[in-house]
């Protein structure tokens, strides 16, 4: 049973690292084809990856630590949506 419990934590890990990824992939791909004329544009997900990567991170029997929230800032649309926020409340309060 504990070797399942390692599998799915590490499952966790590897599935938001490879969201993370991507989207890192989709930001250079939205940015390279931005003046395309027909250009496909892909929406972006915050706070999947790294919630994903939290999840997996307190399911493996590692010792908790707080940089672990650095995943945070380390993905780039949950970054963008953290940067937003305050122009997000500027524009309900206008």
């Not at 969201?19 to 027909?38: D, M």
């Not at 915050?46 to 995943?71: A, D, Q, R």
Request: proline share 6%; glycine share 6%.
């Amino acid at each position: 049973m504990e070797l399942f419990i390692y599998f799915f934590g590490a499952a966790f890990l590897l599935f938001g690292s490879f969201i993370i990824f991507s989207n890192y992939v989709r930001q250079i791909t939205n940015f390279s084809n931005r003046h395309k004329e027909n250009a496909k544009w892909s929406s972006p997900t915050p706070l999947v990856g790294p919630m994903f990567i939290i999840i997996g991170y307190t399911i493996l029997p590692f010792e908790f630590s707080n940089l672990i929230f650095l995943v945070l800032i380390l993905d780039p649309d949950t970054l963008i949506a953290i940067l937003s926020i305050p122009y997000i409340i500027k524009g309900l309060f206008k």
